[in-house]
């Protein structure tokens, strides 16, 4: 059972513009070869950061549309936030704040044999990382530059470096990257070498 | 004959750290899966930025070591900046300023039936872009990620994306994405639509 980072970040490494929009990912439309139903039935917990929830509050009509739910994962969701918000109606959703250790040993008992989602943004599974928790990251890089907005991983990661697992081509527009996080000496910026 | 924005990144999209640092890259040592001798023994003509070509001055003395020569490239190479600096001795360098069409225009002449490299930084390579001259990214990303630092591609480019020709797995450590760069309507943030 692993912590994963699993995402779609531009090829310069943003998850989203400045002002939160995605609209550049979603023009790319729905990809068939997608890797994301197979990972996600593998997942027994999620947690997500505010910016994240909102955007998925501020599309529930169109994932109602789309999916007659506005509310997309059965699995239970950790949401890390300092802002009220409402629940999307049929979500199993907590709203937290503080030590990511606690959520994740939630998170982990939630899950039982299956894996933790870090679903963004970037400080969020970064936090997780300080934190030692991180297994993988899953990034699709998209075929486009941003130039601008939320960072993928505002982190330094270097020493070790991350283990690159894997390197597929997903459909006409994605590669995916998949890397373990490496144990060990770490220059992670928020966290002094053990 | 190509246009070709060839570079190593981080995972988040940066060249260097922000004090221009390249450590990291050099940390994941010589990979003889390279696929960069192939890609140089097919250029004709090579454009880089100050900082680049300040970085090759600043460590000419570890090249000479490692290889019998301050300057690597055999082909004639311009240097875009407007600070005085030295000729490597041995080298085929011209400095210019202004404008990337009348350089590419020179580049083409001298290349004849060989490709031309932009090699960095990321900004140049988005005057190639802005300009529409250039044709092809290929990035080799490195298993780390830095925070912050040079960007890679500092623009907007979604519409049209880029398109993806090729994913690869290099050696231990690389991930080799290869682009060309989409014709037709741009939203190049210093280009406006065509």
Redesign the interface.
Known sequence: MKTQYYTAA?????LATPDDSVD?LM??GDDEASTFPAFIAEVGAIAMGANTYAWILRHADEAIALTGAAWPYAQPTWVFTHRDLPVVPGADVRFVRGDVRAVHNAMCAAAGPRHRWIAGGGDLAGQFLDAGLLDE?I?S????????GK?????????P????Q????VG????E?R?AVGRGASDS?TQPPA
């Open positions: 531009s090829l310069d490494g943003f550049w023009a790319l990251l990034v890089v998209a075929p486009v530059t941003l130039g601008a960072p993928l991983l505002p982190r330094l990661v270097t020493a470096p991350l283990q690159l894997g390197v597929a081509r006409a527009h994605f590669a990257l890397y910026s």
